[in-house]
């Protein structure tokens, strides 16, 4: 059974940083394309970063030098790193197996940005 358990969501200022984890069981991480998508109050899921199997990793235009995706494969574990945090990035924000936003996905964890 996939199982993707994600943490490290708060509320920051504008301009904070925060480190989001995802712990991934049930299937074969290393080997899996994995992202991280948001979801913002009445919005639909945006995809964010992606990493694949061979470590190749992408952002999307709106958090490009802001967010750093990484992963520990000894851990099993997708982070992802956002920094010069803005209020527009306040969202639910989950790690996906897959690329896109159709894929398996935790619980979330909840960012919010404000002063």
């Known amino acids: 059974e996939v199982q993707l358990v994600e943490s490290g969501g708060g509320l920051v200022q504008p301009g904070g940083s925060l480190r989001l984890s995802c712990a991934a069981s049930g299937f074969s991480f290393r080997f899996t394309y994995m992202s991280w998508v948001r979801q913002a109050p009445g919005q639909g899921l945006e995809w964010i970063s992606g990493?694949?199997?061979?470590?190749?990793?992408r952002y999307a235009d709106a958090v490009k030098g802001r967010v750093t995706i990484s992963r520990d494969l000894y851990k099993n574990t997708l982070y992802l790193q956002l920094n010069s945090l803005k209020t527009e990035d306040t969202a639910m924000y989950y790690c996906?197996?897959?690329?896109?936003?159709?894929?398996?996905r935790g619980q979330g964890t909840q960012v919010t940005v404000s002063s």
């Open positions: 990493i694949s199997s061979g470590g190749t990793i």
């Open positions: 996906q197996k897959g690329d896109g936003t159709f894929g398996s």
